[in-house]
C-alpha cells in the first residue's frame, strides 16, 4: 500500500493531509433498489458504467484482491493498481473499499457502499481520501482533479442507471 492509514474510510472522520471527499445519491426507496445496488456492486457495475476497464475483469470481492482500473482521460489512459481492504456485508450495508498500490498517480482510499436508511430510502455513497503521488500528478493537480470528479459522478450515475434503470 501507498499510504498507511488503511482501512479508514470505514471511519467517519477522515485522516489529515489528504483531500476528502464524500458523495451520494439517492437509488430509491423501492423494496429491491437494496438489492439491486448491491449486486451491481458486486459485478463493478459503477466502474464499468464509468468507463473503467478492470483486470481482472470482475475482480472477487474479497480482502487482498489486486486490480488495476484503467480509464481514459482524453486520449491518454490512466492504469490505477489497487488492492481492496475491507469488504462490508450487513443487512443494510454491502460494499468495499480499496487501497492504492505503487504505480497508482494518488495516494489514499477509496469506499463504495450501497446504504439502507431506517425510512427505506437507499443510497450509493462513495468516501475517499487522496493526495497526488507523485511530481507530475502535483503539478498537474487542478486537472487530476478535475479528473477524478468526473469520474466519481459517472460511477454515481453509473450504479444509479443500473438500479433505477432495472425497476
Given at each position: 500500500m501507498t499510504y498507511r492509514e488503511v482501512g479508514a474510510t470505514r471511519d467517519s472522520e477522515l485522516p489529515s493531509g489528504y483531500r476528502h471527499d464524500?458523495?451520494?445519491?439517492?437509488l430509491g426507496s423501492q423494496s429491491g433498489a437494496f438489492d439491486l445496488g448491491r449486486e451491481a456492486?458486486?459485478?463493478?457495475?459503477?466502474?464499468r458504467s464509468a468507463g473503467a476497464e478492470l483486470v481482472p475483469q470482475v475482480p472477487p470481492?474479497?480482502?487482498?484482491?489486486?486490480?488495476?482500473v484503467s480509464m481514459r482521460t482524453g486520449p491518454i489512459w490512466v492504469t490505477?493498481?489497487?488492492r481492496i481492504v475491507?469488504?462490508?456485508?450487513e443487512s443494510d450495508r454491502f460494499g468495499f473499499g480499496y487501497g492504492t498500490l505503487p504505480g497508482h498517480p494518488e495516494r489514499g482510499e477509496e469506499s463504495f457502499h450501497v446504504a439502507r436508511k431506517g425510512n427505506g430510502s437507499v443510497t450509493?455513497?462513495?468516501v475517499a481520501f487522496s493526495r497526488p503521488a507523485d511530481l507530475l500528478a502535483r503539478l498537474g493537480?487542478?486537472?487530476t482533479r478535475k479528473v477524478q470528479n468526473d469520474v466519481t459522478n459517472r460511477y454515481l450515475l453509473g450504479l444509479r442507471?443500473?438500479?433505477?434503470?432495472?425497476?
Open positions: 464524500r458523495h451520494s445519491v439517492a456492486i458486486r459485478q463493478w457495475r459503477a466502474h470481492l474479497e480482502p487482498g484482491t489486486v486490480l488495476a490505477a493498481p489497487c475491507y469488504v462490508t456485508d450509493f455513497d462513495i493537480a487542478p486537472i442507471g443500473c438500479v433505477v434503470g432495472a425497476e
